[in-house]
């Protein structure tokens, strides 16, 4: 019996530590890798499409970045809390690293862009001097490469957490199996020697003599065999 209740503690404490650790692999696979993909995909898009698109003529001038100016800032405004989400998740080192070269990167070029645009209010020839000075269209590489290094390391660190999840959900299987087996082995020889008592306490009782005592009965004296001279 103490091994029988030290074997069901040790199921139940090693179900509480595998259900806590799989749990937490879950809930970082979700929150930390899974979330943030369309984060990036987004923030992507905004330095990849709506900035690059004013710079898809070989000779951008100040007037065709204005042009787009509206959804420039619509995308940056959407993004940068999608992208604030993102850096307020996990990061593994590589990933924080990288994260925060993008980020500084990201602030300088929208700074260049809103003096840009706030220049131009006033004076386009002096804004166009600035966003020939400014070199954002080469620039826009960095960012975007920087991005999508991000969003690859979401799958690859998510399959290794998922493997590692997988790993201990396996290792606990065969826990389970190996004291299920014991568990019965303990059973069997519980339930084996309880009857091995009962069966040598059957012999035992038939071996033993019975004496009867007989009650009210009175010796009998046996007649005497001497000769009367």
Do not use: C
Request: glycine letters at 4%.
């Amino acid at each position: 019996m103490i091994l029988l209740t030290s074997l069901i503690i040790g199921i139940a404490s090693f179900g509480k530590y595998a259900n806590s650790k799989i749990h937490q692999s879950a809930t970082t696979i979700l929150e930390d890798r899974l979330k943030p993909g369309p984060l990036l995909s987004h923030r992507f898009d905004y330095y990849g499409t709506y900035i690059e698109g004013a710079f898809s003529v070989n000779i951008t001038n100040v007037d065709t970045l204005l042009a787009h100016k509206g959804d420039i800032l619509e995308a940056r405004e959407r993004t940068d809390k999608e992208w604030k989400a993102y850096l307020a998740t996990y990061l593994v080192p590589e990933e924080d690293s990288v994260a925060k070269l993008a980020d500084k990167e990201m602030v300088d070029m929208d700074k260049k862009l809103d003096a840009i645009f706030s220049l131009a209010l006033s004076d386009k020839p002096a804004a166009q001097k600035l966003l020939n000075e400014s070199k954002i269209k080469e620039s826009l590489p960095s960012i975007t490469d920087k991005v999508n290094w991000l969003t690859d390391l979401q799958t690859r660190v998510g399959q290794e957490e998922t493997i590692k999840m997988l790993s201990l959900i396996s290792m606990f299987d065969n826990f389970m199996i190996a004291a299920m087996a014991l568990a019965i082995m303990l059973a069997g020889s519980i339930l084996y020697s309880k009857i091995k008592e009962k069966k040598e306490n059957k012999v035992v009782s038939k071996r033993k003599p019975t004496t009867k005592k007989q009650v009210g009965k009175k010796p009998v004296s046996k007649p005497s065999t001497k000769k009367k001279g």
